[in-house]
């Protein structure tokens, strides 16, 4: 979207995904969108940018997240405790952009 400046980072994106994937009430990925917007106050939040973070959650965060066709959502497939509250926001852009250096030139 152009011109649209968030006021929240990443962190806390990723902090709210896992509480209500933590919950164990299988959250759809419309129900995590529409509580992300509500609670960051950013109705122009996308759903590209949602769907960057179940992966980066996923791939660098090693968050076990699996979608249960049955019920409809996501949930851990094991235990887990986000890391990302130990993690400081310019370092998770920094491996980020390291992870994407790495992946380029290891084609």
């Known amino acids: 979207m152009t011109n649209h400046k968030t006021t929240h980072n990443q962190?806390?994106?990723y902090k709210i995904i896992d509480s209500l994937i933590s919950s164990g009430k299988y959250p759809s990925f419309s129900t995590i969108l529409g509580i992300l917007r509500e609670k960051l106050s950013d109705k122009k939040l996308s759903e590209a940018s949602i769907r960057?973070?179940?992966r980066y959650m996923k791939s660098v965060l090693e968050a076990p997240i699996e979608f249960s066709k049955e019920k409809g959502g996501y949930y851990y497939s094991v235990p887990f405790n986000l890391p990302t509250n130990k993690?400081?926001?310019d370092e998770?852009?920094?491996l980020d952009f390291v992870k994407k250096i790495l992946q380029k030139y290891s084609d």
Do not use: A, F, M
């Open 11 to 13: 962190n806390e994106r």
């Open 52 to 54: 960057r973070d179940l």
């Open 87 to 89: 993690i400081p926001e």
């Open 92 to 94: 998770i852009i920094l």
